[in-house]
Structure formats: structure tokens, C-alpha cells
T-cell receptor, first 110, second 116 residues
Framework: RKEVEQDPGPFNVPEGATVAFNCTYSNSASQSFFWYRQDCRKEPKLLMSVYSSGNEDGRFTAQLNRASQYISLLIRDSKLSDSATYLC???????????FGAGTQVVVTP | GAVVSQHPSWVICKSGTSVKIECRSLDFQATTMFWYRQFPKQSLMLMATSNEGSKATYEQGVEKDKFLINHASLTLSTLTVTSAHPEDSSFYICSLSGGGTYNEQFFGPGTRLTVL
């Protein structure tokens, strides 16, 4: 079983709509959680860290459910520029070692 | 976040040659850097953790004699792919932790290696 699992998608989303997707992780001792965005043939860029109480950054909302070991990302009012692959990333130790999900592809259409 | 550069951004080489990739931290002194590899449509896989002034820590299945890592200063880590073969063709990305509360990592732009 993979340590971090994501629905690969693609999620086809009309512009202006809301899209949400989850990621599950297997290591209950995981310490930090992140969503990164990766565009085609580019490096991952940090979208947001995920806090225990959940957090919001503009149109993006992240939630953490430790009991069920999943993280979610919700994108409101989708823009064409939101089209990308969203990587769920989990830090499994205090040294910063990260486990990556394979990514969820989001395609926002006009 | 921390600004990370990589050089070269892409390289094409013949099988059997060695390729050196540089990863630089432009605004942060990093005692630890990370090297990843990503094959098409797959997730990033950690290859090794690069420690300034000491030996790198390699992940299981990564050959330390093939992927030589040198972290000689707080702003530079290098990865050398020795005797590269076509199966080494991949996207190599370095990262470092920016020292934030949650140890967020910031990535270099990556190096696309193609071995013919």
C-alpha cells in the first residue's frame, strides 16, 4: 500500500465552479501536511500547509482529519490558471522527509 | 519561501557519461537538502538527503556509488549521475527546508536528464 494515496483524476471543472478532492495517508505518526501544485514539466510549488484546525487561503481551503487519516483540498470559484496537478505531501519525521502522493489532476474549462 | 536554483535545467548525454547537477540555495543557508527523481506520470521519489559537511543518506534502492552527492557548503549541493544509462533519464529535483514552522520544503526548478 502506498503511503500517500490520491485520486489521479482528472477532475474536469467548469470555470467558476467548486472542486474538492482528498488524499489519504497511512502513517498515523505523520507530523506535517501540505498541498503542492505542480504544472506540467515544472517543479512542485507550495500551495499551502495544512493545519490541524483546517485553514483557508483565498479560494483554497484545506482540512485535516487525523482520526481518518485524510487531507482535503477545496478550490472555490475555479480559474483557468488553477489547472494543474495537486500533490498531497506528508512529512513523516521531524527531519523533513516527505512522502508524495502521485497527484490529482485538475482541468478547469472555459 | 527559500529560493532554490538548479543547473543545468536540461541535459542530453550519451550512455556511459557522467552528469553533474548543481543545486543552490540563493537566500538561505541549508544544512540539509533533498534530492528527488520523478518519472513521467509518477510521484516524486526521494533519492537521498544531503547533509552539509557529511555523507548523504540514501533511500533504500538508490545506489550511492551511482548517484554521488556532495554538499560542500551551506548553499550548494551537487548530484553526479555516474555512467548514466537510458533508464536514468528522469526529472531530478532538489529541495531544501526553508526553516518554517512546518518545515515546508522549497524546490529547485528541476533538471531534465535524457540519456541516449
Amino acid at each position: 500500500r502506498k503511503e500517500v494515496e490520491q485520486d489521479p483524476g482528472p477532475f474536469n471543472v467548469p470555470e467558476g465552479a467548486t472542486v474538492a478532492f482528498n488524499c489519504t495517508y497511512s502513517n498515523s505518526a505523520s507530523q506535517s501536511f501540505f498541498w503542492y501544485r505542480q504544472d506540467c514539466r515544472k517543479e512542485p510549488k507550495l500551495l499551502m500547509s495544512v493545519y490541524s484546525s483546517g485553514n483557508e487561503d483565498g479560494r483554497f481551503t484545506a482540512q485535516l482529519n487525523r482520526a481518518s487519516q485524510y487531507i482535503s483540498l477545496l478550490i472555490r470559484d475555479s480559474k483557468l490558471s488553477d489547472s494543474a496537478t495537486y500533490l498531497c505531501v506528508v512529512a513523516t519525521d521531524s527531519w523533513g522527509k516527505l512522502q508524495f502522493g502521485a497527484g490529482t489532476q485538475v482541468v478547469v474549462t472555459p | 519561501g527559500a529560493v532554490v536554483s538548479q543547473h543545468p535545467s536540461w541535459v542530453i548525454c550519451k550512455s556511459g557519461t557522467s552528469v553533474k547537477i548543481e543545486c543552490r540555495s540563493l537566500d538561505f543557508q541549508a544544512t540539509t537538502m533533498f534530492w528527488y527523481r520523478q518519472f513521467p506520470k509518477q510521484s516524486l521519489m526521494l533519492m537521498a538527503t544531503s547533509n552539509e559537511g557529511s555523507k548523504a543518506t540514501y533511500e533504500q534502492g538508490v545506489e550511492k556509488d551511482k548517484f554521488l552527492i556532495n554538499h560542500a557548503s551551506l548553499t550548494l549541493s551537487t548530484l553526479t549521475v555516474t555512467s548514466a544509462h537510458p533508464e536514468d533519464s528522469s526529472f531530478y529535483i532538489c529541495s531544501l527546508s526553508g526553516g518554517g514552522t512546518y518545515n515546508e520544503q522549497f524546490f529547485g526548478p528541476g533538471t531534465r536528464l535524457t540519456v541516449l
